[in-house]
């Protein structure tokens, strides 16, 4: 019975530990990342957001969203930075002007 109390302190204590460790780790490496960033670099912010570093501050990062629109966000908002095979390919819009009508029956081929 008397050593039912440490073990039990023990198996609480060991799974906290690892966790801290862990998430300690993950937070250098996104501290890194962050940290070399440079102009020219894509990247994904943590909402999903694709965009081309513009410009860097000490806090913050100008991120080019669409070609001649620059916003500033802080640097924790980005997640990674993505290599060409991670871009996303460029979007046409050769159907914009169709009808949802239009739209279904080309997808359904016909």
């Keep these: 019975m008397e050593l039912i109390f440490p073990l039990l302190i023990l198996a609480l204590l060991v799974p906290m530990f690892l966790g801290i460790r ?6 250098q490496k996104t501290a890194d990342l ?6 020219g670099d894509r990247v994904m912010t943590t ?5 081309t570093v513009a ?4 806090g913050t ?3 080019e ?3 001649g629109v620059v916003t500033t966000w802080s640097r924790m908002v980005v997640r990674e930075v993505l290599t060409d095979d991670d871009s996303v390919e460029d979007i046409t819009l050769d159907h914009i002007d169709e009808t949802p009508d239009e739209t279904q029956r080309r997808l359904n081929g016909e």
């Design 55 to 58: 410009g860097l501050a000490d």
């Design 65 to 67: 969203i669409a070609p």
């Design 34 to 39: 962050q940290d070399a960033l440079k102009i």
């Design 47 to 51: 909402s999903g957001l694709h965009a």
């Design 22 to 27: 862990r998430q300690k780790k993950e937070m």
């Design 61 to 63: 990062v100008d991120l």
